[in-house]
Nanobody, 121 residues
Framework: QVHLSESGGGLVQAGGSLRLSCTAS????????MGWYRQAPGKERELVAS???????RYLDSVKGRFTISRDDTKNSVYLQMNTLKPEDTAVYYC???????????????WGQGTQVTVSS
């Protein structure tokens, strides 16, 4: 089991910035990918950004150049720096951990409880 604890959401005006943080604890595999997903009302959950333990990153096209994902493996944490926020970024943001080391937990997704990000126009 992996437990994810998130923080950093809130209300911000368009053009503003927020930083989300997520700390993992429990049975963390050495090879993994951590990321942030979001879900707006009436829409499907979508991947915003992810970072592999090897350093590779992936971004949703609409956030490229505005959001930056990073991780600190000494703290088992992942961060999402969100700049130039837009009203369409409003959603509940979920931290995700997926272990990729050969083990019974290979490919299992763990989720945080979600944190609300609201961007006003």
């Amino acid at each position: 089991q992996v437990h994810l604890s998130e923080s950093g959401g809130g209300l911000v005006q368009a053009g503003g910035s927020l930083r989300l943080s997520c700390t993992a604890s429990g049975s963390i595999l050495s090879i993994n990918v951590m990321g942030w997903y979001r879900q707006a009302p009436g829409k499907e959950r979508e991947l915003v950004a992810s970072v592999h333990s090897g350093g590779w990153t992936r971004y949703l096209d609409s956030v490229k150049g505005r959001f930056t994902i990073s991780r600190d493996d000494t703290k088992n944490s992942v961060y999402l720096q969100m700049n130039t926020l837009k009203p369409e970024d409003t959603a509940v943001y979920y931290c995700n951990h997926r272990g990729l080391s050969p083990s019974p937990n290979y490919g299992v997704d763990y989720w945080g409880q979600g944190t609300q990000v609201t961007v006003s126009s």
